[in-house]
């Protein structure tokens, strides 16, 4: 069934005077507010990269070398159950004579990749993998159950902060407030790495013996931010 132009017309009219009112009823003046907290998150975890870097005249040469040090390497892993083992990166590039154009030898680099919550564990095999190959890293972070719950315990200091303003700039007018809108971002960073630079073989090992590991914590933060209204009425 059709109905009237005029009566359309009315009709709309209607809903857009009725929007109007309501968007009168409700404005208010808007405030952008901003909030932050922190938590801090134990360093339970422990990541650690080892590796070997041979020389030789020919690939097939160094790969067995190579090779050979891996395989051992990866059997002293072998009774350490709570440390996760895993290859990484392995690469082979030549090395050219003085005049830049030929080439005089071979370099073999290959990386295992630790990582375990068992602190004491993952010391302990350091220290008996530098007898074969070199630390070239070291990270103490929190691990992802860890950094989850100090991220939730900050978000909710966050929105507390941030309701707290609120009430305050609220309070200052004498009016009534609420949220019109809210962000919540992780602002927190993860610790940097400690590099540990290449040493004779005896010198590494008895800095690992010697060398306290003291996990320590890392701060998690958040922010907070959007828009409040505070009520005409």
Known sequence: MKHPFWLLLAATLSVAQAADHTAV????????????????????????????????ATPSALAKKVNAVMQSAIATTKPYSSVKVRSGNTSTYPVYGKNGRSIESWRMRSELLLESKDQAA????????????????????????????????????????FNARAKIVADSLGKSWRILHMNVNHTGGMPTPRPMMMRSKAVMAEAMADMPVEAGESRVAVSISGQIEIERR
């Open 122 to 161: 993952i010391s302990e095999l350091l220290g008996k993998l530098q007898s074969q190959l070199a630390v070239g890293q070291l990270t103490l972070e929190p691990s992802e159950e860890a950094s989850r719950q100090a991220e939730n315990d900050a978000i909710a200091d966050g929105i507390a902060a």
């Open 25 to 56: 009823e409700r404005a208010g003046i808007v405030v952008d507010l901003n909030a932050e907290a922190s938590r801090l998150a134990p360093n339970d975890l422990a990541r650690a990269q080892a590796y070997i870097e041979m020389g030789d």
